[in-house]
Nanobody, 117 residues
Framework: QSQLVESGGGLVQPGGSLRLSCSAS????????IGWFRQAPGKEREVVSC????????NYADSVKGRFTVSRDNAKNTVYLQMNSLKPEDTAVYYC??????????WGQGTQVTVSS
């Protein structure tokens, strides 16, 4: 059975850091590129960061560039999102998405990140 689970969210003060993890099981993990998305209340889901199958290329939304870093450990079937210098506007539910070359994709259930003093 295939499963994709996010973890690492929580409450953090502005300027703080969190590291999110997305762990996969039941997949040929290195067949999939990974995207991190987020959705705040009343807003549409937006892409935050993407990483290729090998981890050789990454992309970031302008709003997080220089603060967030995506990485993957294919041996552990896990992708990470290191979030530094967090701002209140980063508050959202964060989701990971796996997509293969045939555009078959899977979503996790999300993890809540709240940035507040």
């Amino acid at each position: 059975q295939s499963q994709l689970v996010e973890s690492g969210g929580g409450l953090v003060q502005p300027g703080g850091s969190l590291r999110l993890s997305c762990s996969a099981s039941g997949f040929t993990f290195d067949d999939y590129a990974i995207g991190w998305f987020r959705q705040a209340p009343g807003k549409e889901r937006e892409v935050v960061s993407c990483i290729t199958t090998s981890g050789g290329s990454t992309n970031y939304a302008d709003s997080v560039k220089g603060r967030f870093t995506v990485s993957r450990d294919n041996a552990k079937n896990t992708v990470y999102l290191q979030m530094n210098s967090l701002k209140p506007e980063d508050t959202a539910v964060y989701y990971c998405n796996m997509r293969n070359r045939w555009r078959v994709d899977y979503w996790g259930q999300g993890t809540q990140v709240t940035v507040s003093s």
